[in-house]
């Protein structure tokens, strides 16, 4: 299995449905969080963090 | 731009080499990214292990090495067209993917993205080494002793003169043919190795878009990246865990025994990297144990898997672990020496990095590295990406491919050993490609959400790759000048390396046959002197018991070789305050008598302060008299 197998292993097609379920809802307010989080850490020594010395 | 040219060859070469030695290793037949990671990694174990034959032969000079290397790609190319390979990988790269991406939107942001990381980190990569404490004190500075020497030998009084150094045989390479730029650039040549090794390997039970983002991800890592651009070890060390690890399961999955003996290879190559690699021994031997089993009697005998596994560890790491046990009695010197009975190491530990050790702190890990990486970083930019975070949760339900437990067990062996050891982040890099596997899980499931949270989604991973990216571009800016020229080498180190502004000074006055003895500084890569480090050299001699409390320290040291004395003082508080703090009584008494008494040592040089971590410091050359 490779580059070229078959459909079956591509993993899911995208979805078409417009309307989310409650658990992509409850996904959503994790990635709010973390996002909140990570960008609150990024204070002024953070970015010298990220930035490297 | 020789760098580049020289990591553009040892490319081609390892994975020249590796293609050659694969054909019997199990890597036939299987799908061409893959040949080519796994070639790639098997080429680059056979170039380390050139370079310490040569070492080791006492024929460490340009000359030997690039004929070595020569002749190398030369019989691999050979060997590889007389198998028809050459002519097969010509017709597939005129079928490659590569024009594709740019008539797919979906595949331009994530190209674009990782092409902006490689030639960002590539830059910084390409200025000399500065403000890389690791590296200056001994990924480099033992490589440049095996230059000067031309050959492979056991450093004197040296706390990682046994450690495992597959990495510094490279690095030596890269001394020897270029300069600490080029040793630089294998780590980086590893990165892309790793994340082509994602890519490759998250295609198994993900879909190819899944598999090209948790490639760019692990690229697009700021802890990532950032160490990508040093010569220390720990992106090479993610590179031989993950593949060991990847050959494995995909060696169980598609009964190939050839390819066990290839993953055990990668497994040793990762012990011989850091002693921690020795996880990617043990974890996936007793995981493939398992995974035969319940394979049952068709996978055919599992202790024939195990000793393939085992002697590839073997073949590539055995080396290392021997010699330490043969010339020290502990294999995993200068660790674990308790067990060995021998001395405690001399060790400088950060004591204001990590977390309480408890359950609360354990579980909430994998928030804590994220959100709180200034608790795990020693200001090397040690960060992870929030989009591992946001993805993790999606890749703990559904469908889960086979390697999936192999990949949790991994970092969760990582995860505990780092827990509850140094909890240095970049020590925790070689769980990270497996975290990136588990997000092309979470990308996937992605896929089949509604359309307004799938588009939300993917735009949150975007903008926090793309932050992070811009963050690596800002830090770039700061070394175009020297790598294009514009400033002076010198002047850039002036600037950034205190240790730079010493070795200068002693470069440039005490005679070619001075030794010195050097106190609190460890960064003793750009002397251009033999130097020891006290804090070893009191370690092994314990002098003070030769010498006696009331003794002469000078003489003592002169008869031992050295000639001048340097001491970094990390204080405002001067030499009495250095002294104070690196030396226990009686051995500060003994050097306050020669420095500060003037008994046998004079001052040949004091350094304006300069500053080091936002501390000033400033240095002291000391002359030992002759008796």
Redesign the interface.
């Known amino acids: ?3 070229d ?1 078959p459909a079956r ?13 409650f658990t ?2 409850a ?2 307010a ?2 709010l969080a ?2 909140v ?2 960008a609150a ?1 990024v204070y002024v ?3 010298r ?5 | 731009m020789t760098a580049v040219a020289w990591i553009v060859f040892f490319s081609a070469l390892a994975v020249s080499m590796g293609w050659a030695l694969g054909r019997r290793l199990g890597l036939s037949g299987l799908a061409p990214a893959q040949q080519v990671v796994f070639a790639g990694g098997l080429g680059i174990v056979a170039e380390s292990y050139a370079v310490l034959a040569l070492g080791v032969l006492g024929c460490l000079r340009p000359l030997p090495l690039t004929a070595v290397l020569a002749a190398l790609f030369a019989l691999s190319l050979w060997l590889n067209a007389r198998s028809g390979a050459l002519a097969g990988a010509a017709s597939a790269l005129k079928k490659a993917p590569a024009a594709r991406v740019w008539r797919d939107p979906a595949l331009i942001l994530p190209v674009l993205l990782a092409a902006a990381v490689l030639v960002f980190s590539l830059l910084i990569a390409l200025a000399p080494p500065a403000q890389q404490s690791d590296a200056l004190c001994y990924h480099l500075e033992l490589p440049k002793q095996y230059v000067r020497a031309g050959r492979f030998f056991t450093v004197p009084y040296s706390p990682n003169a046994y450690m495992p150094f597959f990495m510094e045989m490279l690095f030596t390479a890269g001394l020897l043919l270029q300069g600490p730029q080029l040793a630089a650039l294998f780590q980086w040549m590893l990165g892309v190795l790793t994340a082509a090794g994602v890519f490759a390997l998250a295609r198994r039970g993900g879909s190819r878009p899944a598999a090209l983002f948790a490639g760019v991800l692990f690229l697009a890592t700021p802890g990532i990246f950032n160490n990508m651009s040093t010569a220390y070890v720990d992106v090479a060390l993610a590179c031989f865990t993950f593949l060991a690890a990847g050959a494995l399961a995909l060696a169980i999955e598609e009964m190939r025994k050839g390819l066990a003996l290839t993953a055990g290879v990668f497994a040793g190559a990762a012990a011989a990297i850091k002693l921690t690699g020795l996880v990617a021994v043990a974890v996936p031997a007793l995981w493939g144990l398992a995974a035969l089993r319940r394979r049952g009697p068709k996978a055919g005998n599992p202790a024939g898997w195990l000793l393939l596994f085992l002697g590839g560890a073997v073949l590539s790491g055995g080396f290392w672990y021997a010699r330490a046990a043969a010339a020290t009695g502990n294999p995993f010197y200068p660790y674990l020496n308790e067990l060995f009975g021998l001395p405690l190491a001399s060790k400088i530990r950060h004591s204001d990095i990590g977390t309480p050790l408890n359950l609360f702190f354990f579980v909430s890990l994998p928030w804590n590295v994220v959100v709180v990486p200034k608790w795990f970083d020693p200001g090397m930019g040690e960060r992870l990406s929030a989009v591992y975070l946001g993805l993790l949760p999606l890749a703990l339900w559904g469908a889960k491919p086979r390697w999936f437990s192999l990949a949790v067990l991994m970092m969760a062996a990582h995860a505990t050993l780092w827990f509850f050891g140094n909890q240095t982040l970049r020590l925790l890099f070689a769980a990270v490609p497996f975290w990136a596997c588990l997000a092309a899980l979470g990308f996937d499931r992605v896929r089949s959400f509604s359309a307004p949270v799938r588009t939300f989604a993917i735009t949150w991973c975007a903008f926090f790759m793309l932050f992070d990216t811009a963050a690596l571009a800002y830090r770039a800016k700061g070394f175009a000048p020297v790598v294009t020229g514009a400033q002076e080498e010198r002047a850039f180190l002036s600037s950034r390396e205190p240790s730079f502004q010493a070795a200068q000074w002693i470069n440039s006055n005490l005679p070619a046959s001075a030794k010195v003895l050097s106190i609190w500084e460890r960064n003793l890569f750009y002397l251009a002197r033999p130097a020891v480090r006290e804090d070893q050299f009191r370690l092994e001699e314990k002098y003070v018991q030769a010498i006696g409390e009331s003794g002469a320290l000078a003489p003592f040291l002169r008869r031992q070789g050295f000639t001048h004395v340097l001491l970094r003082a990390p204080s405002r508080q001067g030499v009495a305050g250095a002294l104070g703090e690196w030396f226990d009584a009686p051995y500060r008494a003994l050097w306050e008598e020669a420095l500060l008494g003037g008994k046998g040592a004079t001052l040949a040089h004091e350094s304006p302060p300069v500053s080091q971590w936002g501390e000033p410091v400033r240095y002291f050359v000391f002359r030992l008299e002759p008796s």
């Open positions: 299995m490779g580059l197998e292993a591509r993993g899911p097609h995208m979805s078409k449905r417009k309307r989310p379920t992509e809802f996904w959503v994790w990635l973390v996002g989080c990570y850490s020594p953070e970015v963090g990220v930035l490297g010395r």
